[in-house]
């Protein structure tokens, strides 16, 4: 059983920053592996944020957040996070953990958290 549970979320003034968290469990991060992020704005589809794929070592960010959010993962842990710096009210969202064994970042993520609610005031 994989389980991926977030962590981190809450409110936040515009130019504040926070670290979300995914703990994964009956998920090891050895190889042919992605994980990553996603967020759902409001009244908007869920897109990817950010995601490492093991087969590259390649971290993928969406234009709108490259410079100010930095995803990095604790194998020994078995966590990931994502830093979000320089928050403005277009971050506001439910930011979902994600992870897959054997395909591309955004492909096919076969693995989900129940997400974690991102609110930043303007």
């Known amino acids: 059983e994989v389980q991926l549970v977030e962590s981190g979320g809450g409110l936040v003034q515009t130019g504040g920053s926070l670290r979300l968290s995914c703990a994964a469990s009956?998920?090891?991060?050895?190889?042919?592996?992605?994980i990553g992020w996603f967020r759902q704005a409001p009244g908007k589809e869920r897109a990817g944020i950010s995601c490492f794929e093991s087969n590259d070592g390649d971290t993928l960010y969406a234009d709108s957040v490259k410079g100010r959010f930095t995803m990095s993962t604790d194998n020994a842990k078995n966590t990931v996070y994502l830093e979000m710096n320089s928050l403005n009210p277009q971050a506001t969202g439910v930011y979902y953990c994600?992870?897959?064994?054997?395909?591309?970042?955004?492909?096919?993520?076969?693995?989900w958290g129940n997400g974690t609610l991102v609110t930043v005031s303007s």
């Open positions: 994600a992870a897959t064994r054997g395909f591309a970042c955004y492909s096919r993520m076969d693995h």
């Open positions: 009956g998920f090891t991060f050895d190889d042919d592996y992605a």
